[in-house]
Each structure stands twice: as structure tokens, then as C-alpha cells.
């Protein structure tokens, strides 16, 4: 990866930045109500530059139950055993302190489209000129009814919302025995971070070659094959993990044996494993789809791609993984990110009385560890087309590691630390 690739990579406040002079020229949205639900990736940077590109005049809330952002890209890394979810979490702090946000620490329970307000757990209605909703994935346990179980959620657990989960999944690999059998069970695509799975695989099988060499991971893939960078991580599976990882596509899971953790599939021979890991099959977060929102399939929310604003309801802007995607665009954090952006200006020119802009352009790099230091990544630029009405990659644009290498594992960190910033500082 050249230096310039790489600035390029990082280079999201650059690439929707140049949005935020569409966003501010002109009339004025001084008093506006921008409600802004879920503090990821997409709604933490939602919120921070609808006020930025507003000069601070729109009222910016931000509804959001955690007192810290945590990570979900890097979080493998806790699991290989070369981070802690402490490195990977920060505060909103800045938000409020810097640019005015207003952060309310509650869930939302009911959106009204009409009336336009957002009712919160503890009764609190907040009225919205415009909501922003990021509201990441729900899991669809309908679909694996064991995990519906009372406790199952304790035993079997997913670890796909960095916290809690990753740190107790960590401590079940620490108590298995030499010589166990680790589990992942991918659902079948689309689902949050596509190589994240992989990459977890990579983690898992580090930390075990060091500390309990006689164990194995096996990759149940719902999928025809690797959904993400698939050449890459079989070479390290087979040159670094040989004989330690083991990889099974077309296994999709339909059921789980919680007592005595045996996955069943749809086609497949049961499976038992030491420690289990399901990924459950997703669907935008619960409040979408309550909402009319989720019109995809009923489980992912169209939007117009110049604003984010929902296709089904008006003044409701959707972001990040809760998206039906546009033709090679990931649901990564990176991506949220740069939904945000595109969402926050146009927030702003629409409160404003001003056109959006009718060119967005916006990159995505996702980075997967493959050891503690090494790494490889792919990038992907994107435009809008306005003759399709959807986002295109542009031809020529990105890349994929030819190997992994430890200064891209630099880049990884630094790319982190840039993008943490970007939303939260």
C-alpha cells in the first residue's frame, strides 16, 4: 500500500467534507430540530457535523443508552489477546463539550412520522424537524429459535456489538481445554462488517497457537465461500494456521442445542464445539424496522442516497448498517462514517432551503488483522449515479492487499485513531 493510498484511505473528513460548503452557504437553520438516534459510527458523526456545518445554530440531540462509544472494528483483537475493550473505547464527552450536542442516555421506544417526535424509555417525547437514525442491526433469533432460550444469550454468544460480549467471549477461550473445538457460525450475507468473521477466525486461531496449540477453529459459512477477501485469508489460514483452522462453507445455521452447544443446519450434520460462536442472521435495529422503515425484504431501509432520507417516511434520515446497500458497498464503520457526512449536510442545506449536493463521493477501507501486527485491507471508492439514482463504485478506484504485512498494521491503528476522532473528538 503506497503512502498516498493510504491518506487516501483516511481521507474521510476530506471526501464528504466538501460537502459542508454546500451544507452552510446561504439560508439560515438557526432553531431547527435535528434528533439524532443510535451513537455509532454513523449517528456520532451525524451529530457532531450538523452542528459544525451549521455553525452551531441547528439543536442537535443525540439519543443514545451508553455513557461510551466502543469500537466494533479492532474489537477481533481483544479475542486474539493483543488490546483491551478498553483501548477501544471512547467518551462522548467532546461532543457536548465542544459542539453543543445534546446527549440524552436513554433508547428510543416509538418514533411518530406524523406528529415528528421520538418517544424515549423513560416517557421523555422529543420533537424533530429532521431524525437522523442510526440504529446498527438487531438480530434475527426467530430464525435460530435456541438462542430464544431463557440464559441462551449467556452461553452462546455473538460478540458482533463490541462490549460486553467480547470480553466474556474472551474468557471462554481462556477456559477451554487444550485441545477444543472453536465454532463460528456466519450467517448468510448481508450481516455487519463482511470479513469480520474471518478476521475473527485469524484472532482466535493467534491466541490459541501460543496458548493452547492442540485446539482448532472451525468456520461454518452460511455462504457459498469467504464473503470478503477470500485468497487472503485462506493463505493465512493454511500457511500460518495450518492444520488449526478449518473452513466449511454452505453451513447455515437453523438451530442451536444450548445445554450441550451443537449447532444444527439447514443441510449439514450437527456440530459440537468447546466454545461457541453464533453470528446471527440481522436486520436493521428494531426501531426501523417498528417504524415502517425497513422496506428491503423487510429487514434493511431504502433510502435516497443523495440525502439518506427514508424512501417509505419523510424527514427521517437512515444511516450505516440499517441500509439497504448500494451495489459494492460494505456495511462497515468506515462507510457509516462517510453516511453520516452525506447525511449531515444534507440535513443542514435541507433546514437551510438550499439543494444538496448533487455529486456526493465517498470512499470506504476496511482493515482485517490477520495476526497481533500483521494486516490486510480493501478499499473501494464510490459516486453517485444519478441515471441509476444509487451509488456506483468508480471504476479503478481501491485495492486489496497482494499479503499481509505489519505496516499496514500500522496504518490499521492509525486509520482507528483518525476515524475515532473524526466522529467523537
Known amino acids: 500500500m503506497q503512502r498516498r493510498e493510504f491518506i487516501g484511505a483516511l481521507g474521510a473528513s476530506a471526501v464528504a467534507g466538501s460537502l459542508a460548503g454546500c ?24 451529530a457532531k457535523y450538523v452542528r459544525t456545518w451549521s455553525n452551531n445554530t441547528i439543536d442537535v440531540t443525540l439519543v443514545e443508552p451508553n455513557a461510551n462509544f466502543i469500537s466494533c472494528p479492532l ?41 415528528r417526535t421520538v418517544t424515549l424509555g423513560n416517557g421523555t417525547v422529543l420533537p424533530y424537524d429532521r431524525l437522523i437514525l442510526s440504529p446498527g442491526v438487531d438480530f434475527l433469533l426467530d430464525e435460530i429459535p435456541g438462542l430464544k432460550q431463557p440464559g441462551a444469550g449467556d452461553r452462546i454468544l455473538h460478540a458482533w456489538k463490541a ?9 471462554q477461550l481462556e477456559a477451554m481445554r487444550d485441545g477444543g473445538t472453536v465454532a463460528i457460525s456466519i450467517p448468510v450475507a448481508p450481516y455487519r462488517c463482511p470479513p ?9 486461531a493467534f491466541y490459541l497457537k501460543q496458548a493452547k496449540p492442540k485446539s482448532k477453529v472451525l468456520i461454518l459459512d452460511g ?12 493463505k493465512v489460514w493454511a500457511e500460518q494456521y495450518g492444520g488449526m483452522v ?13 445445554a450441550t452447544q451443537t449447532l444444527k443446519f439447514e443441510v449439514q450434520d450437527d456440530v459440537k464445539a468447546d466454545v461457541l460462536n453464533l453470528i446471527p442472521p440481522q436486520s436493521a435495529g428494531s426501531i426501523a424496522v417498528k417504524t415502517g422503515l425497513a422496506t428491503a425484504n423487510k429487514r434493511w431501509c431504502e433510502v ?39 447525511a449531515a449536510a444534507a440535513v ?50 481501491g485495492g486489496l492487499s497482494p499479503a499481509p504485512n505489519t505496516l499496514e498494521g500500522t496504518y490499521a491503528q492509525s486509520w482507528a485513531n483518525t476515524i475515532w476522532a473524526d466522529a467523537l473528538a
Request: aromatic content about 6%.
Open 246 to 258: 478449518e473452513y466449511r462453507n454452505q453451513h447455515k445455521a437453523v438451530d442451536v442445542d444450548v
Open 304 to 342: 435516497d442516497f443523495l440525502t439518506f432520507e427514508s424512501k417509505a417516511v419523510p424527514n427521517i434520515h437512515v444511516l450505516g448498517d440499517a441500509i439497504q446497500i448500494a451495489p459494492g458497498m460494505p456495511k462497515s464503520g468506515h462507510m457509516a462514517n462517510q453516511h453520516g457526512k452525506v
Open 196 to 204: 469480520g468473521p474471518y478476521e475473527r477466525a485469524c484472532q482466535i
Open 223 to 234: 455462504n457459498p465461500d469467504v464473503t470478503s477477501k477470500g485468497a487472503l485469508f485462506k
Open 348 to 397: 443542514v442545506s435541507l433546514l437551510s432551503g438550499r439543494p444538496v449536493d448533487a455529486h456526493p463521493l465517498y470512499n470506504n477501507t476496511c482493515y482485517s488483522f490477520t495476526s497481533d501486527k500483521e494486516v490486510v485491507h480493501v478499499a473501494s471508492v464510490h459516486r453517485y449515479d444519478a441515471e441509476k439514482k444509487t451509488m456506483v463504485t468508480v471504476d479503478g478506484s
Open 163 to 171: 462490549g460486553p460480549q467480547t470480553v466474556a467471549l474472551r474468557r
Open 23 to 46: 451544507a452552510t452557504a446561504g439560508g439560515s437553520a438557526s432553531g431547527a430540530k435535528v434528533v439524532v438516534i443510535g451513537g455509532g459510527f454513523g449517528g456520532a458523526t451525524a
Open 75 to 115: 474489537s477481533n483483537l481483544v479475542l486474539g489477546g493483543s488490546r483491551r475493550i478498553e483501548d477501544l473505547t471512547v467518551p462522548y464527552d467532546n461532543l457536548v463539550k465542544r459542539h453543543g450536542v445534546k446527549l440524552v442516555r436513554d433508547i428510543a421506544t416509538a418514533i411518530d412520522p406524523q406528529k
